[in-house]
């Protein structure tokens, strides 16, 4: 029996949808990404925006069009919002409450198909999207309730893997995997409802021997004791990704954020005090509902103070259920000109930084190969272009930065 799996939204998603395709693997489905040959199609969906909603609408109609006898499963944040669209025809809507019985729905589907072979799977489990990085979820859950956000309800209350679990699943992995990357939907609050930490759970981990790094970050995470006993340790990786969604007090205030814009720079100050190399990128809400013209002008001002190495830019949009949906919204028009000023501003702040790399020496992990060279992750988390006359193994390899093209730098590896 052929399963497609299609993820859509954050590297939660990502993670959680490699643990199904294992799963899927060891009870002998097959995984293809064929949609038109698949019996069952999986999403596992994102509720963040509304676009990400429209998305999901999207990947179903599309797959029935594709393949108007599959059985269509939605799963993840979005699967409650799908779940009240009865336009959306015959679709499997699995939430939190009841995702865990979506291997027993296969396993009958398999037990009644008529005349239909089972396909046994050939090779290993390989992660898709990428095949020496891995994506391990420490955490769950957010307490937070941002008033744009429909996450806290979609994914529950905080909860943290404990870390030896975490430790046994890095273990296990095979040596072709080379880097980890520890995610979580609030990653910042690893352990709090342990009696551990996510400082705790660095250190732990670094023990392995693997090189690491972290997802998103929450700025109160970062003091001074923290940041000091991640200089402490070997295989940690310096990027941080520090959500600030808005430049303005006032906006903040109303998005439920607790810190203010300079506090946030703050912080931005305390991480390169102690990575001397550590790049730092960000999340920023175009158009919220009260974001003035004002706000938006404190938003850009601390984009160009802080110097991201990139930003994520999201245009607002409403998300049902939420506090922001009842403010009155800004017109799609304002919006788009916003994001648009944002992106040339956040574009031209990541070509200098990238410009600024040209000559030195970065260590970086090799990822893939395509018609351009070998294409490569920094330890800074840049994308780079690796050229190199002999045949370069997805490892780490000392780059020499030789120039820049569209937000990916240009390195050249000699005598491999």
């Known amino acids: 029996m052929k399963i497609k799996i299609i993820t859509l939204g954050c590297k939660v998603n990502q993670y959680e949808s490699e643990k199904i395709k294992e799963n899927l693997i060891k009870n002998n489905f097959e995984i293809t990404n064929d949609t038109s040959a698949a019996d069952a199609v999986l999403i596992n969906s994102c509720a963040v925006t509304n676009m990400a909603i429209k998305k999901v609408r999207y990947d179903i109609s599309l797959s029935r069009r594709k393949n108007a006898g599959a059985k269509i499963f939605v799963l ?39 005349n239909r072979a089972v396909a046994t799977p050939q090779g290993k489990f390989e992660q898709n999207h990428t095949r020496n990085r891995y994506f391990i979820k420490v955490q769950d859950g957010c307490n937070n309730f941002c008033s744009y956000c429909i996450v806290p309800f979609a994914r529950g209350r905080e909860k943290s893997v404990p870390i030896a679990d975490v430790l046994t699943e890095i273990s296990a992995l095979p040596e072709t995997i ?5 995610t979580g ?66 906006t903040l205030r109303e998005m439920n954020r607790h810190y203010t814009a300079a506090e946030f720079i703050a912080k931005t100050k305390l991480i390169r005090e102690a990575f001397k190399n550590a790049t730092i990128s960000t999340d920023i809400i175009v158009g919220f509902p009260t974001e003035t013209d004002a706000d938006f002008r404190e938003t850009l001002a601390v984009a160009e103070k802080v110097k991201f190495a ?76 690796i050229k190199s006359e002999t045949p370069l193994e997805l490892d780490f390899y000392a780059a020499k930065i030789i120039g820049v093209s569209w937000k990916k730098l240009i390195g050249e590896v000699k005598n491999a």
């Open 310 to 385: 990139h930003i994520h830019i999201f245009p607002y949009s409403v998300r049902s259920g939420t506090v922001a949906e009842k403010f009155k919204q800004l017109t799609p028009s304002v919006i788009t000109a916003r994001v648009r000023e944002l992106t040339e501003i956040a574009n031209k702040i990541e070509t200098e930084i990238l410009s600024a790399h040209v000559g030195k020496t970065l260590t970086c992990l090799i990822e893939n190969k395509n018609q351009s060279g070998y294409i490569g992750t920094s330890a800074e988390n840049f994308d780079v272009i």
């Open 76 to 114: 993840g944040c979005g699967a409650d919002e799908i779940s009240k669209n009865s336009s959306l025809g015959q679709v499997v809507v699995l939430n939190k409450e009841n995702a865990d019985k979506l291997l027993n729905l296969l396993t009958e589907m398999r037990l009644n198909a008529q």
């Open 185 to 250: 939907i609030n990653l910042s609050n690893y352990g709090l409802d342990i009696g551990s930490s996510l400082a705790e759970l660095c250190a732990e981990v670094d023990k392995l021997g693997r090189k690491f790094r972290l997802s998103s970050l929450e700025q109160h995470i970062i003091t001074p004791k923290f940041l000091s006993e991640l200089t402490r340790l070997k295989n940690f990786q310096p990027s941080f990704h520090l959500c600030l969604q808005s430049g303005s007090d006032k």
């Open 178 to 182: 080379k880097e980890v990357v520890l």
